[in-house]
Nanobody
Framework: VQLQAYGGGLVQAGDSLTLSCAAS????????LGWFRQAPGKEREFVAG????????FYGDSVKGRFTISRDNAKNTVFLQMNSLKPEDTAVYYC????????????????????WGQGTQVTVSS
């Protein structure tokens, strides 16, 4: 599967932005999808994940209440709606697919995700 993340850009603090991650090559149905981010000089951080059923969703503490993850299996796409953006949200955002199919959980360890998109830059100015 190939994952293509897009939708990043330069916004001001308090603005909203929606990232999309489009998959090609095969269906994402059955797989947990996650969003991670990495800021310069920092480790990759789990942002949000959604199980294949959509029934399990998990967010990193720093984005709870501001970000919303969703998926459209028919469109083979996962989304990340980001509201009330802060300068500390500035990072390259990556989407990734869980290594195992049909496990209806959301794991936060990047090592559990085997396919990664190329990343999209989000810059939030103060």
């Amino acid at each position: 599967v190939q994952l293509q993340a897009y939708g990043g850009g330069l916004v001001q603090a308090g603005d909203s932005l929606t990232l999309s991650c489009a998959a090609s090559g095969r269906t994402i149905s059955g797989y947990t999808l996650g969003w991670f981010r990495q800021a310069p000089g920092k480790e990759r951080e789990f942002v949000a994940g959604i199980s294949w059923s959509g029934g399990r969703i998990f967010y990193g503490d720093s984005v709870k209440g501001r970000f919303t993850i969703s998926r459209d299996n028919a469109k083979n796409t996962v989304f990340l709606q980001m509201n009330s953006l802060k300068p500390e949200d500035t990072a390259v955002y990556y989407c990734a697919e869980d290594r195992a199919r049909w496990r209806d959980v959301v794991l936060t360890d990047a090592k559990e995700y085997v396919y990664w998109g190329q990343g999209t830059q989000v810059t939030v100015s103060s």
